[in-house]
């Protein structure tokens, strides 16, 4: 079949928790154009898809030319790359199964792809990131939950039902606090957002001794990490328990499936040696001896929206092309 040419163009979408960004990405990785939006005012997940494709072709026509748009890709919590839904999101305000790649298909008559954060922030890492040139490694995501994604032999590892590497609802305290997934004890409840407040609010109780988090209503882990700056020793403990349990679900992953990185990802990531020194310590203490000393711990180098964006799009140049315009 003679072609005359390709399409060199896809649009990149990152659907965070209050903010929605798209850009056009060309066939180097450049990108061309970029805008977002807040989600605040939309009721339904059906609303923000047709605002979102409106928004889409708007900046397409004003770019490249909707015509020359190959495809989508779409980065969103709990994506299902296999069927193309939102599934029970535990942080977000819209619940349910949302089949948010045949909506956007619908409308904007292009193949649409879509992957959760880790698969999206992993695709980034791979082809932009510090995980280029790395066959197997794992990103991790902290922020309002903990992400992840197990890149494997190539690949990314998707697992039957597309939920392979949900390494933020494993168990890594019995009984312990309930997660947003509805189980008690995950990972995610102990080094999420709210799981570090927790902590070291708990801290404060059980303790009379002097800290600048004391009275705080506005306690937040950036915060905790101006406060450890200052040599606030319960802020410094906040972040040494924190770093302690990731440490150990870690060293529990790379046990079974031995990367040669682990990339975290996410404002959590940016605490610096407060976590990352007690994370490293617990994970080289766990992990199984034979993978000591052969795992990188790495904070990636990308900005969030960046990453995401140029993920989403490398993910949309794999999906099979499709359009109702030819």
């Given at each position: 079949m003679l072609t005359e040419s390709i399409k060199t163009h896809v649009v990149g979408i990152d659907i965070a928790e209050e903010e929605t960004s798209y850009a056009i990405v060309d066939v180097r990785g450049?990108?061309?154009?970029?805008?977002?939006?807040?989600?605040?005012?939309?009721?339904?997940m059906n609303d923000v898809a047709?605002?979102?494709?409106?928004?889409?072709?708007?900046?397409?026509?004003?770019?490249?030319?909707?015509?020359?748009?190959?495809?989508?890709?779409?980065?969103?919590?709990?994506?299902?790359?296999?069927?193309?839904?939102?599934?029970?999101?535990?942080?977000?305000?819209?619940?349910?199964?949302?089949?948010?790649?045949?909506?956007m298909r619908d409308q904007l008559g292009l193949a649409v792809a879509i992957g959760n954060v880790g698969?999206?922030?992993?695709?980034?890492?791979?082809?932009?990131?510090?995980?280029?040139?790395?066959?197997?490694?794992?990103?991790?995501?902290?922020?309002?939950?903990?992400?992840?994604?197990?890149?494997?032999?190539?690949?990314?590892?998707?697992?039957?039902?597309?939920?392979?590497?949900?390494?933020?609802?494993?168990c890594v305290v019995e009984d312990g606090r309930e997660c947003g997934c509805g189980q008690k004890g995950c990972l995610e409840a102990y080094c999420a957002s709210k799981g570090i407040v927790e902590t070291a609010r708990k801290l404060l109780e059980k303790s009379d001794a002097p800290?600048?988090?004391?009275?705080?209503?506005?306690?937040?882990?950036?915060?905790?990490?101006?406060c450890c700056e200052q040599g606030d020793e319960l802020a410094i403990e906040t972040y040494r328990k924190t770093g302690n349990i990731l440490g150990i679900?870690?060293?529990?992953?790379?046990?079974?499936?031995?990367?040669?990185?682990?990339?975290?990802?996410?404002?959590?990531?940016?605490?610096g040696k407060w976590l990352l020194e007690p994370t490293n310590e617990a994970f080289e203490a766990h992990v199984f001896h034979n993978v000591q000393g052969r795992t990188k711990i790495l904070t990636s180098t990308l900005s969030?929206?960046?990453?995401?964006?140029?993920?989403?799009?490398?993910?949309?140049?794999?999906?099979?092309?499709?359009?109702?315009?030819?």
């Open positions: 450049n990108i061309l154009a970029k805008d977002s939006f807040p989600l605040n005012d939309f009721a339904t047709t605002h979102l494709c409106e928004r889409v072709v708007t900046l397409a026509e004003n770019t490249c030319g909707y015509e020359n748009v190959r495809s989508v890709g779409l980065c969103a919590r709990c994506a299902n790359t296999i069927n193309g839904c939102i599934e029970e999101a535990p942080n977000s305000r819209w619940k349910g199964r949302m089949p948010i790649a045949a909506m698969y999206i922030r992993a695709l980034g890492e791979h082809s932009y990131g510090c995980a280029h040139g790395m066959n197997n490694f794992v990103i991790i995501t902290m922020s309002v939950g903990i992400g992840s994604c197990l890149f494997m032999n190539g690949h990314v590892h998707l697992g039957t039902n597309g939920f392979a590497g949900e390494v933020g609802h494993t800290s600048l988090m004391r009275g705080r209503d506005d306690l937040s882990p950036s915060l905790i990490v101006k679900g870690l060293a529990n992953l790379a046990s079974v499936i031995n990367p040669e990185g682990i990339i975290l990802t996410g404002g959590l990531s940016r605490a969030d929206v960046e990453r995401d964006i140029l993920g989403a799009s490398a993910l949309a140049w794999q999906v099979k092309e499709y359009s109702l315009f030819k």
